[in-house]
Each structure stands twice: as C-alpha cells, then as structure tokens.
C-alpha cells in the first residue's frame, strides 16, 4: 500500500467540498462516466451486509421521481436533515461510496435521473477531475471516502430516525 500524504487528499476534498451543490454532483457523475472502469465497484472491501444495505437504500431512492432523486442527492451533499439523508449518515464510508456508485450505475441504466447529455464541467471541476485522475488507486478511494463520509445527516437515535 503506498503512503497517502494529506495533503494529496486533502486539497482535492476541499476543493471538491467547494463546488456548488450541482457541480458536486456532476463531478461524481464525471469520475464514474471516466474512471468506472477502474474503481469498477469503488468500495473494496465492502461486505455483503454493506451492499445490502446500500442496495437498500438504492432502491428506497429508486422508487421515486427523477426529481425527488435529484432533491435526495442535492440533500446528501447539503447535509439536510431528511429521514433518507439521517439512514445515509448511520452507513459507513465504505457503504457510502457503494451507494453513491449505485446511484451512477442507476444514472446510467436510466433507473436515476440521467446528467444532462450536453452538460459541461466547469474548467474548475475538469482540472480537479485530472488531478483526481492522476492519483493513485487508494489515493482516490481516500479521496472519495473522505468527500462521501460527511454528506448526509447525523442519524437520530431509536423511533426518531
């Protein structure tokens, strides 16, 4: 395993984490279209209970109209407090990332709401999208961890969830 320097990861989380809530989003949707391959299930080591329970909350997610799906993923990364988001706060990192490529592999079968065919990335968003592309495999799911670890919302103990 190679040593992860902090501040490899920590200048691509910050400036990640200073996009607008739709750029976020579309720089997710740009990693999966361009690096998918790659990371291919992005959550090594994510157990059987994990991706039940993040086809779960998938599914949940699935259920709905395209646009409350888009109101759900801009919620994650506002870190609202909605019953979904307090139910994403409660999975680990690692069930996390695997929702969130659940969500891009829904996105592209059609089963999410699909990115915009002509959308554009910023040029902000397309030179952190290289730097991202120029990390080391576990640099990136450092990276990634650490950017899906704080979306959502704390979850709320016992009958408030």
């Given at each position: 395993m190679t040593f992860v320097n902090d501040e490899t990861i920590n200048k691509p989380t910050q400036a990640f984490q200073s996009l607008g809530v739709d750029e976020q989003l579309a720089l997710f949707w740009f990693v999966y279209k361009e690096m998918g391959g790659s990371i291919t299930q992005a959550?090594?080591?994510?157990?059987?209970?994990?991706?039940?329970?993040?086809?779960?909350?998938?599914?949940?997610?699935?259920?709905?109209?395209?646009?409350?799906?888009?109101?759900?993923?801009?919620?994650?990364?506002?870190?609202?407090?909605?019953?979904?988001?307090?139910?994403?706060?409660?999975?680990?990192?690692?069930?996390?990332?695997?929702?969130?490529?659940?969500?891009?592999?829904?996105?592209?079968?059609?089963?999410?709401?699909?990115?915009?065919?002509?959308?554009?990335l910023s040029s902000e968003s397309q030179d952190l999208l290289n730097q991202i592309k120029g990390l080391e495999f576990d640099q990136q799911m450092t990276l990634f961890r650490d950017i899906v670890g704080p979306m959502g919302a704390e979850p709320k103990a016992g009958a408030e969830v």
């Open positions: 959550a090594p080591g994510a157990s059987t209970t994990s991706d039940a329970i993040a086809e779960g909350l998938f599914n949940q997610v699935k259920e709905m109209s395209h646009e409350e799906q888009l109101q759900v993923q801009r919620d994650l990364v506002e870190r609202k407090d909605t019953q979904t988001t307090r139910e994403y706060g409660s999975l680990s990192d690692t069930t996390k990332l695997l929702f969130w490529y659940l969500l891009a592999q829904g996105m592209n079968q059609g089963t999410i709401i699909p990115m915009p065919s002509d959308y554009q």
